[in-house]
């Protein structure tokens, strides 16, 4: 499967931004996915999970109750709504996609990537 990230961009604190994940492939229904960013001078990070069919998610504490995280199988699309943004949300962000268990995607085993897209929130 191939990812490609888009919809960063620059917001003032408090706004927010809808990611989307586009993928390749007609199998991506089975896929579960996650989304990751990583900061200049920081390790990738965990943000958000979603199970194939979307009956599940997971997310970071940072941002648990400002970001969703949904998917669209018809259209092989992952979205992470991003809401109350904060400057230190400021990264790339990453999608991601596996076949293993869902509850490995934190882990970062056995993922696909994406290209990421960057966010910036400003103070």
């Known amino acids: 499967v191939q990812l490609q990230a888009s919809g960063g961009g620059l917001v003032q604190a408090g706004g927010s931004l809808n990611l989307s994940c586009a993928a390749s492939?007609?199998?991506?229904?089975?896929?579960?996915a996650g989304w990751f960013r990583q900061a200049p001078g920081k390790e990738r990070e965990f943000v958000a999970a979603?199970?194939?069919?979307?009956?599940?998610?997971n997310y970071a504490n940072s941002v648990n109750g400002r970001f969703t995280v949904g998917r669209l199988n018809a259209k092989n699309t992952v979205y992470l709504q991003m809401n109350s943004l904060k400057p230190e949300d400021t990264a790339v962000y990453y999608c991601?996609?596996?076949?293993?268990?869902?509850?490995?995607?934190?882990?970062?085993?056995?993922?696909?990537w994406g290209q990421g897209t960057q966010v910036t929130v400003s103070s």
């Open positions: 492939g007609r199998t991506f229904s089975s896929y579960h």
């Open positions: 979603i199970s194939w069919s979307g009956g599940d998610s």
């Open positions: 991601a996609a596996t076949l293993l268990s869902f509850s490995t995607i934190p882990t970062m085993r056995g993922l696909y």
